[in-house]
């Protein structure tokens, strides 16, 4: 069983940047692949981007690639996402999900495929 619990939402202006936590229960959170999900409102959950349990493997959307980083500390029980160049189209509760198994690749980036989630964190972009 794992519990995850975001943090670092909030307010900002186009362009800003906030970093999103996820701190992780259990032993075991060095095993799990971690994504991080975002639904706005009247619209489905996407998926964000997720890494591995090893580190080095990473995967965006291309929404977006090249603006946000994802990371984990897993002596922390920790992950993060670092959102830079923050839009108004990245309004959204931002979740935070766990896997044991699966890819975080192609078929692997289904919301479906994740096991644990988050309560999530509000993120608003103003304009």
């Known amino acids: 069983q794992v519990q995850l619990v975001e943090s670092g939402g909030g307010l900002v202006r186009a362009g800003g940047s906030l970093t999103l936590s996820c701190k992780a229960s259990?032993?075991?959170?060095?095993?799990?692949?971690m994504g991080w999900f975002r639904q706005a409102p009247g619209k489905e959950r996407e998926f964000v981007a997720a890494?591995?349990?090893?580190?080095?493997?990473?995967n965006y959307a291309d929404s977006v690639k090249g603006r946000f980083t994802i990371s984990r500390d897993n002596a922390k029980n920790t992950v993060y996402l670092q959102m830079n160049g923050l839009k108004p189209e990245d309004t959204a509760v931002y979740y935070c999900?766990?896997?044991?198994?699966?890819?975080?690749?192609?078929?692997?980036?289904?919301?479906?495929?994740?096991?644990?989630w988050g309560q999530g964190t509000q993120v608003t972009v103003s304009t």
């Open positions: 999900a766990a896997k044991a198994t699966g890819s975080i690749y192609y078929t692997g980036t289904a919301y479906s495929t994740y096991k644990y």
């Open positions: 259990g032993r075991t959170f060095s095993s799990y692949a």
């Open positions: 890494i591995t349990w090893s580190p080095g493997g990473t």
